[in-house]
């Protein structure tokens, strides 16, 4: 290995750590944090967001957080060979790294989540995003396309390579919104011959 290479994933790995140190790694994009439905809604939809780290986040939010994703994902596990598993799903939602980025409508009530964290992923400094919920009365507003590019912002902002994030195989609607808005399978995705259930897909963010 050469000295640039060495330096490099030493500049790499300390930009994750940089990343993953700020408390709200999203500041630096005071207009990520309102959101207005460009469709007519009846009611105007527009939303706040703040992002925050699991530690900071109340009990109530976090169950809801793991309500949702089990209202919104477990018909499809329950499809899989794996199934549904509610307690990997909560630990998985509960890990002390986590950090979200979540929704709220006019009346406080949260409506959608991201949750993320930087990593080094395959040799690459990654934003890798676990999970995105949205309620159904939030869906089909530009609220996920709005929280995702929150995330490529934050991610770039950070020296990031790409975003990366799993989606189910059998999850028709996800995969086609996050190819929609330029998701592409990446390099670490299981090939065909391993059958997996999901996909790997990412985003650059360093262009």
Same mark, same amino acid.
């Given at each position: 290995?050469?000295?640039?290479?060495?330096?490099?994933?030493?500049?790499?790995?300390?930009?994750?750590?940089?990343?993953?140190?700020?408390?709200?790694?999203?500041?630096?994009?005071?207009?990520?944090?309102?959101?207005?439905?460009? !469709?007519?809604?009846?009611?105007?939809?527009?939303?706040?967001?703040?992002?925050?780290? &699991?530690?900071?986040?109340?009990? !109530?939010?976090?169950?809801?957080?793991? &309500?949702? @994703?089990? !209202?919104?994902?477990?018909?499809?596990?329950?499809?899989?060979?794996?199934?549904?598993?509610?307690?990997?799903?909560?630990?998985?939602?509960?890990?002390?790294?986590?950090?979200?980025?979540?929704?709220?409508?006019?009346? &406080?009530?949260?409506?959608?989540? @991201?949750?993320?964290?930087?990593?080094?992923?395959?040799?690459?400094?990654?934003?890798?995003?676990?999970?995105?919920?949205?309620?159904?009365?939030?869906?089909?507003?530009?609220?996920?396309?709005?929280?995702?590019?929150?995330?490529?912002?934050?991610?770039?902002?950070?020296?990031?390579?790409?975003?990366?994030?799993?989606?189910?195989?059998?999850?028709?609607?996800?995969?086609?919104?996050? !190819?929609?808005?330029?998701?592409?399978?990446?390099?670490?995705?299981?090939?065909?011959?391993?059958?997996?259930?999901?996909?790997?897909?990412?985003?650059?963010?360093?262009?």
């Amino acid at each position: 290995m050469t000295n640039a290479t060495t330096n490099n994933a030493a500049n790499q790995q300390r930009n994750v750590e940089n990343a993953a140190r700020s408390k709200n790694p999203l500041e630096s994009f005071p207009d990520v944090f309102t959101y207005k439905s460009p !469709k007519e809604a009846e009611d105007g939809a527009s939303y706040s967001l703040y992002c925050r780290a &699991k530690g900071d986040m109340d009990s !109530k939010t976090l169950k809801w957080a793991f &309500k949702l @994703a089990e !209202k919104n994902v477990s018909p499809f596990y329950k499809q899989l060979s794996m199934g549904w598993q509610p307690k990997v799903k909560q630990n998985d939602l509960m890990k002390g790294w986590a950090r979200y980025l979540v929704a709220v409508d006019k009346s &406080k009530t949260p409506v959608a989540y @991201a949750m993320f964290r930087f990593d080094m992923d395959y040799g690459h400094p990654v934003l890798y995003c676990y999970e995105m919920q949205i309620e159904p009365s939030a869906q089909r507003q530009g609220l996920g396309k709005h929280m995702m590019l929150a995330l490529e912002r934050c991610a770039k902002h950070w020296k990031m390579d790409k975003i990366v994030l799993t989606v189910l195989k059998n999850n028709d609607n996800a995969r086609a919104f996050f !190819k929609t808005i330029g998701y592409v399978l990446d390099d670490s995705s299981p090939d065909i011959l391993e059958k997996a259930d999901y996909e790997i897909l990412s985003k650059p963010v360093n262009d």
